[in-house]
């Protein structure tokens, strides 16, 4: 788990940046009007707020910069002494400090005028502190503009360092430029690091990880380290020491002994015996790159010689971690990058010293013996000289040789891959499709049978009794229909006379006249208009005809009569004066014109309304005073809604650009743009 994320550290603005920012919010934030009428006691508390407003601002953005980045010396020493190579310590903690004294002046000032204030015996005195205050808090933010600056730009820096976990399993890459350790990197983790045939191509240090038996491992590539005295080296290669110094890892020293990296074996060696000081107490291994340029038994043996002594340095690193001298395995070990030829064993070896020395300095601390109270290791003895085998059950025994049958026949069964190629390859031998036909006998596959013989075809004359069975279905079909008549003329389970079964006849074939009478008039007219009655040629449907039917029936037919024969006039008639209510005008002999009869006449839509109080059944009213009352209800409460509605979301607005903060409350003599 990463303890240290500098990349969420927020951004630092500049001295102005920071001014506007705050003097925007002030404006926003706090009342705008003021007038000299008001009480002295108001007018001093409205530019105290002012100031103490500005000050609370200013203190919460300068402890934000100050809380954020982190403290050398209260992180691991690791990013301490990082920070310390790459931004210089002094510089660092200076610019913190600025922060930090501005802070203080800018509430001591706070202070200081609030105290004024109280005393301000008038609105020009106190607009005039309250001016002063909030200059001298911007005098002090402007001067410090440098070291926010700075700070700004060691947050961007160290956004861009990896994530490096110094308490996890760590496996460190070292050596001169060139030798090789970013393209081990590569191989063994999903890093995507930079590799050019070139010295210095990593400038600072990458990370990557790997899994080994169920574990993650960090792995760290370090730009390359020059020999040479340790206040000639630059800030590449201590950001290298720094790492070698600090992460407790399994160090990986590798060497190019095919010498293509520009620099000899014997200044290796140097370099490996210059900093062997920060190898103590770590898993160290010698590693003996690009093996495919040249063979590490080809080597001179003046240069072997060197590589043995480095070896015999690694040895004592394994002494140290209470291993045995003769054990040299995994000390020193060659591979090659190009060919992948022993990456794979070197990445293993480093991971098993690493795992070994991690478990060997637990089980040395206090805390093991919590731990080893907590487990106990039970070892089975024989209770007796008694045999006892395993019991499988002969279900389990039997599943498992059909298994191993169906796996031995799956391996011998013969592919059409390989009858293709024992048969003359692709495009000479051509796949059976009837050797999977399922047939009582399977000589019957390969056989040959036409489609058409003498024009005719064949499946038509595979059954020579299909018309016969026909036959004998269809006189089945006629036996079962003519036992369900039968039994339909059986009711109440008792038999019918001969008399009542010939008019249970008649019945049904009236019935099914009837049917076909209508299926044929729905067939014939189901998609036309309604016939009018003057087109009825036959005249079925007449007054008189009704009035007979009504006759014979004892009911009066005159009303009915009269009725369809209103029914069966035009729309266009003339109003008569007996259409209206009104009594004297039926009373009257005198003629009138036609235009003052129909002004006096009803309208023929009027007798068909009903006014709006009128209930009616459902809907839920208990009488006609009930429904006006909620009716005027309803128009009362959209009444606002409807005030509201005058301007909607489909008419066109002409927006207001000028935002409130800069546009509106006192103005001064310049740009209103800012404030």
Request: one cysteine or more; hydrophobic letters at 35%.
């Amino acid at each position: 788990m990463v303890q240290y994320n500098l990349k969420k550290i927020t951004v630092v603005p500049n001295g102005k940046e920071m001014i506007d920012i705050v003097l925007s919010r002030t404006q926003r934030q706090t009342p705008t009007v003021v007038h000299k009428g008001y009480a002295i006691s108001r007018l001093r508390q409205f530019y105290m707020r002012k100031v103490k407003y500005t000050q609370q601002n200013f203190h919460e953005k300068l402890s934000a910069i100050i809380d954020e980045f982190p403290r050398l010396d209260d992180i691991h020493p690791f990013y301490g002494d990082l920070l310390h190579v790459l931004y210089n310590k002094d510089h660092y903690k200076l610019a913190l400090g600025q922060v930090n004294t501005a802070r203080n002046l800018i509430s001591k000032i706070s202070k200081d005028y609030v105290k004024l204030l109280k005393y301000g015996d008038s609105l020009y005195r106190c607009k005039c502190l309250k001016v002063a205050a909030l200059g001298r808090m911007c005098t002090v933010l402007k001067r410090i503009s440098p070291s926010l600056a700075y700070l700004e730009q060691v947050r961007q820096h160290m956004a861009r360092l990896p994530s490096i976990d110094p308490n996890t399993r760590t496996i460190l890459i070292c050596g001169y430029p060139n030798v090789g350790k970013s393209s081990f990197m590569n191989k063994i983790t999903r890093a995507d690091v930079d590799v050019q045939p070139y010295a210095f191509t990593t400038k600072s240090l990458f990370v990557g990880h790997t899994d080994y038996k169920y574990l993650r491992y960090q792995v760290i590539d370090t730009p390359g380290i020059l020999d040479r005295p340790f206040e000639d080296r630059n800030i590449i290669e201590m950001c290298s020491i720094t790492a070698l110094a600090h992460l407790r890892a399994a160090i990986l020293f590798f060497l190019d002994i095919s010498g293509s990296c520009g620099y000899t074996i014997a200044q290796q060696a140097a370099l490996f015996h210059s900093i062997k000081s920060l190898f103590m107490n770590k898993p160290l291994i010698i590693v003996c790159n690009k093996t495919d340029l040249l063979a590490f038994d080809h080597i001179p043996e003046e240069d072997k010689k060197l590589v043995l002594d480095m070896k015999a340095e690694a040895l004592k690193t394994v002494i140290g971690q209470g291993g045995e001298a003769t054990n040299e395995e995994g000390v020193l070990l060659t591979m090659s990058t190009l060919t992948e030829e022993g990456v794979m064993a070197v990445k293993n070896a480093a991971c098993d010293r690493l795992l070994d020395q991690r478990v060997e300095l637990k089980m040395k601390s206090k805390k093991i013996n919590d731990c080893l109270n907590r487990f106990h290791v039970a070892m089975p003895k024989p209770r007796d000289q008694k045999e006892r085998p395993a019991c499988i059950p002969q279900g389990v025994l039997e599943a498992k040789a059909k298994e191993a049958a169906e796996k031995a026949e799956k391996e011998h069964r013969i592919t059409e891959r390989q009858l293709e190629d024992e048969n003359g390859g692709a495009g000479v031998y051509s796949a059976s499709l009837k050797k999977h036909y399922i047939l009582a006998n399977d000589e019957w596959k390969e056989d040959i049978m036409p489609e058409f013989l003498d024009g005719h075809n064949v499946y038509d004359f595979v059954d020579p009794d299909i018309l016969h069975r026909l036959e004998e279905l269809e006189r089945e079909e006629g036996l079962r229909l003519a036992d369900e008549a039968e039994e339909d003329f059986e009711m109440d389970g008792e038999e019918l006379t001969v008399e009542e079964k010939e008019a249970l006849a008649e019945i049904r074939r009236k019935k099914s006249i009837l049917i076909q009478e209508h299926r044929l008039k729905k067939s014939t007219a189901g998609s036309r208009a309604i016939v009018p009655r003057k087109f009825d040629k036959d005249r079925k449907f007449t007054t008189e005809r009704m009035g007979r039917q009504l006759t014979k029936m004892g009911i009066d037919p005159s009303a009915a009569i009269l009725r369809a024969r209103s029914k069966s006039r035009g729309q266009k008639r003339q109003r008569s004066p007996e259409v209206g209510g009104e009594g004297d005008v039926m009373d009257m002999d005198v003629e009138q014109p036609n235009k003052k009869l129909r002004a006096l006449s009803r309208p023929r839509s009027r007798s068909l309304s009903r006014p709006p109080g009128e209930v009616v059944p459902g809907e839920g009213f208990k009488d006609s005073i009930q429904k006006v009352k909620a009716i005027n209800l309803a128009k009362k409460s959209s009444k606002k809604r409807n005030k509201n509605a005058h301007k909607g979301e489909g008419d066109r607005v002409i927006p207001n650009l000028k935002p409130k903060h800069l546009y509106s409350g006192k103005r001064g003599i310049g740009k209103t743009d800012r404030r």
